[in-house]
């Protein structure tokens, strides 16, 4: 692909009407490496004209997705109220007079017309042409240049809509679909700007775009039958056109639309649930991208470096929990502990949990291997941090041991770790075998006991290693404490 001349500028343009989905961020993620790559320029632009339906809770939603993924904005909006950059304001609300303008010269160069029809009429007509197998397309009435005048002696207040070709056709060059062509009859007269003066979808990303200088307009596949609509408005107004590049819809796994009944679908859901930004980014980064047929784990730098528009693909990308869940926790297990445990830190804080940060980076590597969500820890750790523990009592028989047996493992494994002079995981694991060997026990048994008398759990983070970040003062009091639990199990003769 060959690059004008220009520099490289790109935008992502969310609309604050609800969560940053899954696939505004990975459409958001290409547009940043590509101006990366090309060191150019990320714009974020926020499209709110919806006013119905934009708030400012979604926008610091979204604008805090984009911060947890690292995606920082070269130009754009620093909150809610506020933006940076020698091309903003970077509200649509707040750049209206850009589009009136416009609208304003597309009339007197007779490429635009009044149209004085009412929402009632069109959708009376709409409804008409459905009846009769046609298209529901606006049908031009207000081109007559008496009709509009009969129309505007009565008081209606117009619209502004675009007079398209009539004939022809609108050849979109694609740098992912390559060129995609449009019959003009297709392509109704748009409406650029509302009765109320608030610009259409359409009209609006056309003047933004030419004012930010935009040079390539990568976005959802969803907006391809757009483009030929914004290519007449380019050529309306005698403005270069941007590149475009549409970019694959996201499929669940089962090749429907991704939504929430396939699980977590924004992006504040993931970061919720334990998922690390880095992994996030690699793996959206592979939805209709690739490198090669075998690379799947990217550091951010070389995502960067190799990331190009040749490279994305057409055919939709499947959004799999379980691929992203697995990416994830190669992306654990490469932390260093001491920045896992940091990681971790805020997370256990979460669930109420008090964590000192010696303790804390003692038990990370413990369950680094076992975790493939930070929030799994949680689970896994609690009894670290627990003064005392409470279980149900027949935890300790998990084993199939009957509670005499489970009386017997806890009072010798008691006496055995009591006289156990270093109370390290190299002492402690092999002198629980000998006694295991002694008792004429297999060692899973003896050490299932074990485990639960001292974490209450019949799944924990290795036995040895865990005994040894309790200290063997915690370890012989959880025993003490397991032996009277298990003796309202035991007989009494």
């Given at each position: 692909?060959?690059?004008?001349?220009?520099?490289?500028?790109?935008?992502?343009?969310?609309?604050?009407?609800?969560?940053?989905?899954?696939?505004?961020?990975?459409?958001?993620?290409?547009?940043?490496?590509?101006?990366?790559?090309h060191?150019?320029?990320?714009?974020?632009?926020?499209?709110?004209?919806?006013?119905?339906?934009?708030?400012?809770?979604?926008?610091?939603?979204?604008?805090?997705?984009?911060?947890?993924?690292?995606?920082?904005?070269?130009?754009?909006?620093?909150?809610?109220?506020?933006d940076?950059?020698p091309?903003?304001?970077?509200?649509?609300?707040?750049?209206?007079?850009?589009?009136?303008?416009?609208?304003?010269?597309?009339?007197?160069?007779?490429?635009?017309?009044?149209?004085?029809?009412?929402?009632?009429?069109?959708?009376?007509?709409?409804?008409?042409?459905?009846?009769?197998?046609?298209?529901?397309?606006?049908?031009?009435?207000?081109?007559?240049?008496?009709?509009?005048?009969?129309?505007?002696a009565?008081?209606?207040?117009?619209?502004?809509?675009?007079?398209?070709?009539?004939?022809?056709?609108?050849?979109?060059?694609?740098?992912?679909?390559?060129?995609?062509?449009?019959p003009?009859?297709?392509?109704?007269?748009?409406?650029?700007?509302?009765?109320?003066?608030?610009?259409?979808?359409?009209?609006?990303?056309?003047?933004?775009?030419?004012?930010?200088?935009?040079?390539?307009?990568?976005?959802?596949?969803?907006?391809?039958?757009?483009?030929?609509?914004?290519?007449?408005?380019?050529?309306?107004?005698?403005?270069?056109?941007?590149?475009?590049?549409?970019?694959?819809?996201?499929?669940?796994?089962?090749?429907?639309?991704?939504?929430?009944?396939?699980?977590a679908?924004?992006?504040?859901?993931?970061?919720?649930?334990?998922?690390?930004?880095?992994?996030?980014?690699?793996?959206?980064?592979?939805?209709?991208?690739?490198?090669?047929?075998?690379?799947?784990?990217?550091?951010r730098?070389?995502?960067?470096?190799?990331?190009?528009?040749?490279?994305?693909?057409?055919?939709?990308?499947?959004?799999?929990?379980?691929?992203?869940?697995?990416?994830?926790?190669?992306?654990?297990?490469?932390?260093?502990?001491?920045?896992?445990?940091?990681?971790?830190?805020?997370?256990?804080?979460?669930?109420?949990l008090?964590?000192?940060?010696?303790?804390?980076?003692?038990?990370?590597p413990?369950?680094?291997?076992?975790?493939?969500?930070?929030?799994e820890?949680?689970?896994?750790?609690?009894?670290?941090?627990?003064?005392?523990?409470?279980?149900?009592?027949?935890?300790?028989?998990?084993?199939?041991?009957?509670?005499?047996?489970?009386?017997?493992?806890?009072?010798?494994?008691?006496?055995?770790?009591?006289?156990?002079?270093?109370?390290?995981?190299?002492?402690?694991?092999?002198?629980?075998?000998?006694?295991?060997?002694?008792?004429?026990?297999?060692?899973?048994?003896?050490?299932?006991?074990?485990?639960?008398?001292?974490?209450?759990?019949?799944?924990?983070?290795?036995?040895?290693?865990?005994?040894?970040?309790?200290?063997?003062?915690?370890?012989?009091?959880?025993?003490?404490?397991?032996?009277?639990?298990?003796?309202?199990?035991?007989?009494?003769?």
């Amino acid at each position: 692909m060959i690059l004008p001349e220009r520099s490289v500028r790109v935008r992502f343009a969310p609309s604050p009407t609800g969560e940053l989905h899954v696939g505004g961020a990975r459409t958001a993620l290409f547009n940043w490496l590509f101006a990366r790559h090309h060191n150019g320029a990320f714009i974020l632009r926020i499209e709110d004209t919806d006013q119905m339906r934009s708030t400012e809770e979604s926008l610091g939603g979204i604008l805090k997705s984009l911060h947890w993924l690292g995606l920082d904005c070269d130009e754009g909006p620093v909150d809610e109220k506020s933006d940076k950059g020698p091309y903003g304001p970077y509200f649509q609300m707040k750049r209206l007079h850009l589009y009136r303008e416009a609208g304003q010269r597309l009339l007197d160069e007779n490429k635009a017309y009044h149209c004085y029809c009412t929402p009632q009429e069109l959708k009376e007509r709409r409804e008409a042409a459905l009846a009769r197998g046609e298209p529901p397309r606006y049908d031009r009435r207000c081109r007559d240049p008496e009709y509009r005048k009969a129309k505007a002696a009565e008081g209606r207040k117009p619209a502004v809509r675009i007079a398209m070709p009539l004939g022809g056709e609108t050849i979109v060059q694609d740098l992912v679909r390559d060129e995609v062509r449009f019959p003009n009859s297709e392509l109704e007269d748009l409406v650029l700007l509302r009765a109320n003066g608030i610009p259409t979808y359409n009209f609006a990303v056309v003047i933004d775009d030419l004012a930010m200088k935009i040079s390539h307009v990568i976005r959802a596949e969803e907006h391809l039958a757009n483009t030929p609509k914004q290519i007449q408005i380019y050529q309306a107004l005698g403005e270069e056109i941007p590149e475009f590049a549409h970019v694959s819809i996201l499929l669940a796994p089962d090749r429907t639309k991704l939504s929430k009944r396939h699980g977590a679908v924004a992006v504040h859901e993931f970061a919720r649930a334990g998922y690390l930004a880095e992994a996030m980014v690699n793996y959206l980064a592979l939805l209709g991208w690739s490198y090669d047929d075998k690379t799947e784990i990217f550091t951010r730098e070389e995502l960067i470096n190799y990331f190009g528009l040749a490279r994305v693909v057409a055919s939709p990308a499947i959004f799999s929990h379980e691929k992203l869940t697995w990416m994830n926790g190669v992306y654990i297990r490469n932390l260093k502990p001491e920045e896992l445990a940091e990681r971790l830190l805020p997370v256990l804080r979460d669930a109420k949990l008090d964590p000192d940060s010696d303790t804390l980076r003692r038990i990370t590597p413990l369950i680094q291997e076992r975790i493939k969500l930070l929030s799994e820890a949680p689970a896994l750790t609690d009894f670290f941090f627990q003064a005392s523990l409470d279980y149900e009592p027949r935890l300790l028989l998990s084993k199939g041991l009957t509670p005499t047996q489970a009386e017997q493992a806890l009072r010798q494994g008691r006496e055995t770790l009591e006289t156990t002079q270093s109370f390290d995981e190299a002492h402690i694991e092999p002198t629980l075998r000998a006694l295991a060997q002694k008792m004429d026990w297999e060692a899973g048994k003896l050490f299932g006991v074990l485990r639960v008398a001292v974490t209450g759990k019949t799944v924990a983070p290795p036995l040895f290693g865990t005994m040894a970040s309790l200290g063997k003062e915690r370890v012989l009091e959880r025993i003490e404490f397991a032996l009277q639990k298990l003796a309202s199990l035991v007989p009494t003769n």
